[in-house]
């Protein structure tokens, strides 16, 4: 799956109602996620997991199509590897 | 850019690292994250703004690899648009 058509789709979907509530309301929807992926970690039901992943990218990718960035573009920089060493496995033993 | 592919490179690149920090220590590094993209929104330096949504993205995937998460098969309730009511635009107003 491309990370710029879901992109595209989850603006189709969503950047109108995204546009209304605007980019910090996006944001605590966004953290909101995070705090149910914590959870479903803690609980380990798969399906649930699976789920609030996906939640929380979808949520991400709203945010980044308020603040127009091109998500695909911005991980050009992941695409060979570590950013900092260029390498993969990374050798630089640097945190991201 | 494939999620699939990217998924699979941020593995060969970190997830050796990944599994010896454990799910609870690689969650603190993806929230720690999440904290410098808010900052990155409030400041709004563009290039800052895309490298931390980058990077965001990349320690979800650490997280997904270590809990063995197939963030593209995941995302395939988004596929269609709206997971809720299977429309684009969404018509069901609910959220995600």
Same mark, same amino acid.
């Given at each position: 799956m491309e990370i710029e058509t879901l992109q595209s789709t989850v603006a189709a979907t969503y950047l109108e109602r995204d546009a209304e509530r605007g980019v910090d309301a996006t944001f605590r929807w966004f953290a909101e996620e995070v705090g149910e992926l914590a959870r479903a970690i803690r609980t380990g039901e798969r399906a649930n997991l699976e789920l609030e992943f996906s939640d929380v990218l979808a949520w991400l990718m709203s945010l980044a199509n308020l603040l127009e960035v091109d998500l695909s573009d911005a991980m050009g920089r992941y695409a060979g590897g /570590?950013?900092? /060493?260029?390498?993969s496995p990374c050798v630089c033993r640097m945190q991201h």
């Open positions: /570590c950013p900092k /060493c260029h390498s």
